[in-house]
């Protein structure tokens, strides 16, 4: 996890991205292909090997390497029933109205008690900073044009940390009149080694991290309780819970795991809580994280989807309008 880079300008961010878009898609259609590839030639043999082993010392083929080149070009040659990998198949159950959603996480997280309540804990007062807010690019302008634009109703963040951009959007939408909720998905985790340099005044105590209560000390430090939820589980586990219960927002932020695998998980899984013209965002798309893979994610996505990627600072875009 580095530090931003400076803001880059919105039009000369944009035509950086035409001249490396096609490169990188070939890029990416190539692993695409030579992972179902692998995948297909697996399956074949695990007809005839027990051995688990075996099957993973397998090496594909020459055969895939000619569907390689061959898929290289055009996604329309994967053969569908090799999608079947890659399809995240939750269906969402019908839309928890917006008014009713923070009642419906309450209940279905909380046992009905908001986890504000006494917070505090006495044994944690002294573990924790009056408050300790600090994120990257967490008041890009994004948000801003975002919240103006779409007026959401219900924010669903996937990766908070310590709450800077989710506290950010709780006062974006409170001046701005709106009645948004913003459920903060995050295991509260961090990153493994994250204390390391920065953070290690993040305090533990016989290995558990403080960083969701510090994360909750920060929203009631900001006074935006009423707004903010935390929901501390993995973005897996929690998102397809969010679809088949109907928590649906208008906005969602993707901003959690940034190796290529997880983004892909995370964009596909957040992108069916959208309603109906709602908007997907996340940061890392000109960071050096992108490398790392949140920009061929966000692109394979797009790609698959018929999707346009607009760019907004150091921000990604989809507008599923
Ligand atoms: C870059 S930080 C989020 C920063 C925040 N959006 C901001 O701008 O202030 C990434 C967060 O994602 C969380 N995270 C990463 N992988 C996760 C996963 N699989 N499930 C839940 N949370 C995860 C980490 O705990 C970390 O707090
Ligand atoms: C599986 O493969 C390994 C490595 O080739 C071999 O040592 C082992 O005996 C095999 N096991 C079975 C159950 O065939
Ligand atoms: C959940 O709430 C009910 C009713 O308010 C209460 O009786 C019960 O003890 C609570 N359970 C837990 C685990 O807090
Ligand atoms: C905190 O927020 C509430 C609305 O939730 C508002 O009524 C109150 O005036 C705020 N308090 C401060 C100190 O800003």
Sequence with gaps: ??????????HQTRRNISK?????IYLLLISVSYMLGYLSSSSTHNTTTTNTTTAIQLTPPSSSTKTTTNTASSTSSIPTDSLDHFRF???????????LIRQTILYKL????????????????????????????????????????????????????????????????RSL????????????????????????DIQMVNGDIMLMYQ??????????TELILPIPFSTQSVLDKFCEWG?????????????????????NRAYKLLRPGGVMFGHDYFTSADERGVRRAVNLFARVNGFRVQVDGQHWVIDST
């Design 1 to 10: 996890m580095k530090e931003d880079k400076p803001i880059q300008h919105n």
């Design 20 to 24: 490396f878009t096609n490169p990188v």
């Design 89 to 99: 198949s939750a269906r969402c159950g019908k839309a928890v109205s917006p008014e």
């Design 110 to 173: 909380y046992n009905g008690t908001s986890p504000y309540n006494e917070f505090p804990p006495p044994h944690i007062s002294s573990l924790i900073k009056q408050a300790r807010i600090k994120g990257w690019g967490s008041k890009g302008a994004v948000f801003e044009n975002l919240i103006r634009k779409v007026k959401p109703t219900t924010i669903i963040e996937v990766g908070t940390f310590l709450g800077a951009s989710a506290i950010h959007m709780a006062e974006l939408t």
């Design 177 to 200: 009149g709106l009645k948004t909720q913003i459920l903060c998905v995050d295991d509260f985790r961090g990153w493994a080694g994250f204390r390391d340099q920065r953070f290690k």
């Design 215 to 224: 994360f909750m000390q920060n929203v009631v430090y900001s006074n935006v």
């Design 247 to 267: 928590v649906l927002g208008d906005l969602v932020e993707v901003d959690a795991g940034h190796d290529f695998h997880s983004a892909w998980s995370d964009i």
